[in-house]
């Protein structure tokens, strides 16, 4: 079986008539890590919800092909849902991963304390709302992972947890994509660089 | 049929905690407190069948208040589908469900606050008033979801306008009945509601199914 898991050529995505990436040919694989680089408005962001199947603007004339893996993005603004408690939020997105509640609470705990479970998610900080998207991303294990901005909203413990979760996927051979505006250094881990300032 | 029970838990959950139909039918109801008493008070000037005319109307604007109560913002419910591992008919399904558990208790207590209020009664025995009821109710919870997630009018205004004239239609189906039909002609409307609600139904599955495949 192929490692590629996502293969453009001449992708060019866009809003309306407006065109924000133009001609890309990428090729991803899930066991290596990406980092997407490039200045405001080069197109980070566009590329990464629509690696991620977020992407709701136009694709041009583009030859995409793409393997149907499990793939979740941690972006700008949180998915989660406010009205509900976290431990809400862990039965509503997790409920097909094989771990019992215990090991999946011994996880969330890694990342917030214990006081957090049956806050609602709007009482959240910035922080704490990234640790928690974090701790669901660990519980689902997703083959494929992409944080736009990751060190946004982190701590230093909270960047040690993100540096952590990424060194463990990249051991079991899976794939982490991070898009921010300059190279982001986790650790001295291996990534391979899509500078979108190039094309 | 691909119905979530996480996603139907959930909706309820946030339906719950937000009491946002709490919010619709309260308001609704003052004015059907305040309105109708003084119409009463005029019964020899008011036709019996304006007061089912006006059943259907309330009816319509408050399932018009429910449907625009909390849009779906598409862009945030794709990602949320997709952080959760969800597929869109899964959405669909599990949602039309909720929305229609929840609303239709809601329907039922306003049309018999209605029937307190202006003393008046539909012309149909309570079996088919109840099936029609239940129809509409499906359709209409159908055809706000369909109408979010097909189109992207964010903006409440806009779905105000656009989902009357829908729900207006399938309030003409429940008119005569209410007004009094004989028995067949009565279960011809019922079975032509039965057939819109299947071919609505059939139709949104077939496309997100093959929206999904693509």
Redesign the interface.
């Known amino acids: 079986m192929s490692e590629i898991f996502l293969k453009t050529s001449d992708l060019s995505l866009g809003y309306s008539n407006q065109i924000v990436i133009d001609g890309l040919d990428i090729q991803l694989s899930y066991e290596k890590d990406y980092q997407i680089i490039g200045k405001n408005g080069a197109g980070k962001t566009t590329l990464m919800n629509f690696i991620a199947l977020n992407f709701d603007g136009s694709h041009f004339k583009s030859n995409v092909h793409r393997s149907q893996i499990s793939i979740n993005q941690i972006s700008s603004t949180s998915t989660l849902i406010q009205e509900l408690t976290l431990s809400e939020n862990i039965d509503y997105y997790t409920s097909e991963t094989s771990l019992t509640s215990d090991e999946k609470l011994n996880i969330v705990f890694k990342y917030l304390p214990k006081d957090y479970l049956n806050e609602k998610i709007k009482s959240f900080s910035s922080g704490m709302l990234r640790r928690a998207e974090l701790s669901i991303i660990e519980i689902k294990s997703p083959l494929v992972f992409c944080i736009d901005e990751p060190l946004n909203f982190l701590d230093s413990e909270g960047v040690l947890l993100l540096v952590d979760l990424i060194k463990n996927r990249s051991i079991t051979n899976k794939c982490n994509i991070l898009s921010s505006q300059e190279f982001v250094d986790l650790g001295g881990l291996e990534f391979e660089v899509i500078n979108l300032d190039e094309y | 049929m691909n119905i979530n029970k996480?996603i139907l838990?959930?909706e309820i959950?946030?339906e719950f905690?937000?009491s946002s139909s709490l919010f619709l039918i309260t308001p609704t109801m003052s004015v059907l407190i305040i309105i109708f008493p003084i119409l009463i008070e005029n019964r020899f000037a008011v036709d019996e069948d304006l007061f089912i005319i006006s059943h259907l109307l309330f009816l319509i604007i408050f399932s018009t208040l429910f449907a625009i109560r909390k849009p779906i913002i598409?862009?945030?419910l794709?990602?949320?589908l997709?952080?959760?591992?969800y597929k869109k008919i899964e959405f669909f399904n599990s949602k039309s469900l909720a929305e229609f558990l929840i609303f239709l208790p809601q329907i039922f207590i306003l049309n018999i606050l209605f029937s307190a209020f202006t003393n008046s009664s539909v012309n149909v025995s309570i079996l088919y008033f109840m099936i029609s009821v239940v129809f509409f109710a499906i359709n209409a919870c159908m055809i706000n979801i369909i109408f979010q997630i097909f189109t992207s009018f964010n903006n409440r205004f806009v779905q105000f306008i656009l989902i009357v004239p829908m729900y207006l239609a399938l309030s003409f189906f429940i008119g005569p009945l209410w007004l009094g039909l004989g028995q067949e002609l009565a279960n011809i409307y019922l079975l032509m509601y039965l057939g819109i609600t299947v071919v609505i139904f059939a139709t949104t599955n077939y496309y997100i199914e093959k929206e999904d495949l693509q």
Do not use: P, T
């Open positions: 996480n838990k959930k959950l946030v905690k937000n598409l862009h945030e794709i990602k949320e997709n952080f959760g591992n």
